[in-house]
């Protein structure tokens, strides 16, 4: 079965800091993966997935993430983070046969000034 | 472009009422629809998806029910609330068949009393 760990629920950083946010999936197929950003009392935004390809993927806001295959790991980075950026963050992986996403628990960033 | 609409965008309902919460997608046709319901401080439970007119698969047996009459359109309904019934209600569609992202609606906050 498909599975997906956010390590962290809730991450704290300074304004202008790295952001890095960690998700491992378990997948005995090739996975499909997913972030999505919800900002409260919002539904989820898709900010970036990877398929097939380039193992390293940009997304909106500034944020990419890197399939690690070795690693089973697509971890979410941003170089400089910004107030606005303070929201929860759900990693995906695409469900084998299935037409259903399996999501992690979330992470929580606060951003401080 | 698609857009999924959600309403009431929110609910205060007393236990023991009826629910019903719609959804609706414009812009393309033969989707995936999903719900979904976020509980305070909890990740996202997937209640129900439907890939057409009348078929639903239901993930978690409880007492709410969804019905798909029209090709966008998604409802989900309850005939008695229960406290526990509270929360972030969701809607997602996607692109039937293949391995692709889904989109969220805005969400119904659901209070019940």
Redesign the interface.
């Known amino acids: 079965a498909q599975s997906v760990t956010q390590l962290g629920s809730h991450v704290s950083v300074s304004e202008g800091a790295l952001v890095l946010l960690r998700c491992n999936y378990s997948s005995s197929v090739p996975p499909?993966l997913?972030w999505?950003v919800q900002y409260p009392?919002?539904?989820?935004?898709?900010l970036l997935?990877y398929?097939t390809g380039a193992t390293l993927v940009k997304g909106i806001n500034g944020f990419e993430a890197e399939f690690k295959k070795s690693e089973t790991s697509f971890h979410l980075t941003k170089p400089s983070a910004h107030m606005s950026d303070a929201a929860e963050y759900?990693c995906a992986v695409?469900a084998y046969n299935t037409?259903?996403?399996i999501?992690?628990?979330?992470t929580r960033l606060q951003v401080f000034p | 472009s698609q857009t999924i609409h959600q309403w009431p965008a929110t609910l205060v309902q007393p236990v023991g009422s009826p629910l019903s919460l719609e959804c609706t997608v414009e812009g393309t046709s033969n989707p995936?629809l999903?719900w979904y319901r976020q509980a305070a401080g909890?990740?996202?439970q997937?209640l129900f998806?439907s890939?057409g007119i009348g078929q639903i698969s239901s993930e978690v047996p409880q007492n709410l029910s969804a019905s798909r009459p029209q090709d966008r359109q998604f409802i989900l309904s309850s005939k008695k609330l229960l406290l526990s019934d509270s929360g972030?209600y969701?809607c997602?569609w996607?692109v039937?068949g293949g391995?692709y992202?889904?989109?969220?609606?805005?969400?119904t906050?659901l209070t019940v009393t």
Request: no cysteine.
């Open positions: 499909y997913f999505y009392n919002q539904g989820l935004q898709l997935k398929t759900f695409s037409d259903k996403l999501f992690g628990t979330g | 995936n999903y909890r990740g996202l997937l998806y890939v972030f969701l997602a996607k039937r391995i992202e889904q989109y969220f609606g805005p969400g906050r």
